[in-house]
Each structure stands twice: as C-alpha cells, then as structure tokens.
C-alpha cells in the first residue's frame, strides 16, 4: 500500500505562488502515474493535473492550464504542484493520488495524501 505525504500548503495573496511536495513510500514510484486534486469547502473534489510514470507527459485542468505545472522526481519518489498567479478561486484542500486506471475522476486515483489547504486572499 502506498502512502503520500504532502506538504507546502498555507497561505498566499492573490498574484503569489505556492509549491506543494507529495512524497510516495514503496520502491515502485517510477511506475505509475500520479495525479493532484481538489476540493473546495461544500464541493465535490476536482482534478487539477497530472502526470505520467517517467514525467514526460502532463494534462491540466482548463481552469489552472498556464497557472499550475506539476512535476516529478522519481529518484526521490517526489511529485510537486507549482502554482503560479493563484486566485482566490483557486482557495482548496489540495491532494495528490496514485493513478489506478485511465481516467481522471477520483474514481481512478488512490492512497490519497492527507491534503494540505491553500487559501488565497484577495
């Protein structure tokens, strides 16, 4: 069973930036996909972005394409989100997930990380 640990959220003015860390336990980290979500406070859970097994491929959602870039270190089994020029709509409990299957519902990601909140003031 993998285990995710996340860490970087806080808080941020509108305009900033933010970088969240995911670090995966287990030795198979380089052969899966991972995934980020999120979900705002009486929302259903979201994808932001993900990213493909070796890190040379990646997909966004419309609404952080240009914004958000995620990244991967699979010698360190570490996943990052870098938000760029964050909203205050982009205020959200952020986790990164296993991909499990093809798709980019919550319904194909597992071993969620705990989800630290970003909160972005006007």
């Known amino acids: 069973q993998v285990q995710l640990v996340e860490s970087g959220g806080g808080l941020v003015q509108a305009g900033g930036s933010l970088r969240l860390s995911c670090e995966a336990s287990?030795?198979?980290?380089?052969?899966?996909?991972m995934g980020w979500f999120r979900q705002a406070l009486g929302k259903e859970r979201e994808f932001v972005g993900d990213i493909n097994s070796n890190g040379d491929m990646t997909s966004y959602a419309h609404s952080v394409k240009g914004r958000f870039t995620t990244s991967r270190d699979n010698a360190k089994n570490m996943v990052y989100l870098q938000m760029n020029k964050l909203r205050p709509e982009d205020t959200s409990v952020y986790y990164c997930a296993k991909n499990i299957g093809s798709g980019i519902t919550p319904a194909y990601f597992a071993s969620w990380g705990q989800g630290p909140p970003v909160t972005v003031s006007s």
């Open positions: 287990g030795r198979t980290f380089s052969s899966y996909a």
